[in-house]
């Protein structure tokens, strides 16, 4: 049974869109509870940023909300808001920190703060005082990624700061890897051994431990020692995994397709060039379909002259340049019709056109070509 969810930019014109995304809720449930058994008695951080990695943040924030996850991951504080309003009353750590004037904000729709700074710190302190609240924070240590947080080096001070913040509550600590995808895990053992020594803090002062968090997919997969007592994965719960060196620990299966149709066939003459600026032709009588997706919906414009789709089960090359709404597909000797099925990202049961060989043709990650399928996209959830 497939479901159709009100998506807020959801319009009746985009509904009945033959382009969309379909992702398996069944599949996500699998991939979830694969991920929970590596792990054990850890916690256990979906990470819904961007949009869920393209699968919905509002509807797989309810789907993890339902499978009683401890705790939900974004980026900005804007997303965790939207899923107070849609009803999320799970903890959510919004992992990009402040900006500017936003502490009220966490505190009013009950958001966990990431405190990436002393100064923050006493900003945060300061509001939750004013509103008389106590606000719940993680503190951020920076180990090797030069983004936001404390350098390890320097977190004793930051530590000592956030105990005699009285109304902040400090429920969590976290650092983020930069390379747990790699086959050479030095680095990141080098950032775990880092970020340990930052933890004997707790010993140290005879302070019962915070919430200790610091690996994504790539040391899920790699490094359990690193699973302390919470897990952030992001990618392997949409069953893609991180890069093609890291090891496959976890049997996850992608969550996603990305589908569109026929709606135009025709035969091309030798000669005639296909598409903007003509930079492909035909060289003999060449049967083709149009396809209404383009760059406009995050089909990569630099695929040109290397994608593939599956149309009745056959792979067949995209032709001329993607444009912006539409793409030309060669179907060969084969045939055709209005309204068959075109699988752009996923299996057709038989064949796979894999998130992976979509980011090799766009000279890219896998995780832009899921966080890149745009909002215009309308997204279908299926359950069984
Ligand atoms: C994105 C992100 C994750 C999840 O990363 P994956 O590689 O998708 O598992 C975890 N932690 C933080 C801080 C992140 O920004």
Redesign the pocket.
């Known amino acids: 049974m497939s479901q159709q969810i009100n998506h807020p930019t959801i319009s009746e014109a985009e509904i009945i869109r033959p382009t969309r995304v379909e992702v398996d809720l069944k599949r996500l449930a699998e991939n979830f509870s694969k991920v929970k058994q590596h792990v054990g008695s850890v916690k256990v951080m979906p990470?819904l940023?961007a949009n869920a990695y393209g699968h919905g943040l509002v509807r797989i924030a309810q789907f993890f909300q339902e499978l009683n996850v401890d705790y939900l991951?974004v980026?900005v504080v804007e997303e965790g808001i939207l899923l107070r309003e849609k009803g999320i009353t799970v903890p959510i750590l919004v992992?990009g920190g402040i900006w500017g004037n936003q502490v009220p904000l966490f505190l009013k729709h009950n958001l966990t703060i990431t405190a990436s700074s002393i100064e923050k710190l006493k900003q945060i302190d300061e509001v939750a005082e004013q509103m008389k609240v106590k606000a719940k924070v993680h503190l951020k240590i920076d180990t090797g990624m030069e983004r936001i947080g404390v350098h390890y080096y320097n977190a004793e001070n930051f530590l000592d700061a956030a105990y005699e913040c009285k109304n902040v509550e400090v429920e969590g600590i976290f650092s983020?890897f930069a390379s747990s995808d790699s086959a050479d895990l030095t680095y990141t053992r080098l950032q775990l051994e880092r970020f340990t020594e930052v933890l004997n803090y707790f010993e140290k002062h005879s302070i019962e431990p915070p919430l200790r968090h610091i690996s994504?997919?790539?040391a899920i997969l790699q490094l359990p020692e690193a699973n302390l007592d919470m897990v952030?994965?992001?990618?392997?719960l949409f069953g893609v995994y991180?890069s093609n060196e890291v090891k496959k620990t976890i049997g996850v299966k992608p969550t996603l397709t990305w589908k569109s149709l026929v709606v135009y066939f025709k035969v091309i003459k030798p000669g005639h060039p296909v598409g903007y600026a003509s930079t492909w032709q035909t060289d003999k009588n060449t049967r083709a379909v149009t396809v209404p997706v383009g760059y406009g919906d995050g089909y990569f414009r630099s695929m040109s002259h290397k994608a593939e789709v599956l149309i009745r089960g056959k792979r067949y090359p995209v032709i001329g340049t993607i444009s912006m709404d539409q793409i030309v597909v060669d179907i060969n000797n084969d045939s055709a019709y209005n309204g068959d099925e075109v699988i752009l990202l996923g299996s057709d049961g038989k064949n796979e056109i894999t998130c992976d060989e979509l980011a090799e043709w766009a000279g890219t990650i896998p995780?832009e070509i899921l966080t890149n399928i745009n909002t215009r996209v309308p997204r279908v959830y299926k359950s069984s």
């Open positions: 990470v940023k991951g980026a992992l983020h994504n997919s790539g952030r994965p992001g990618i392997i991180p995780y």
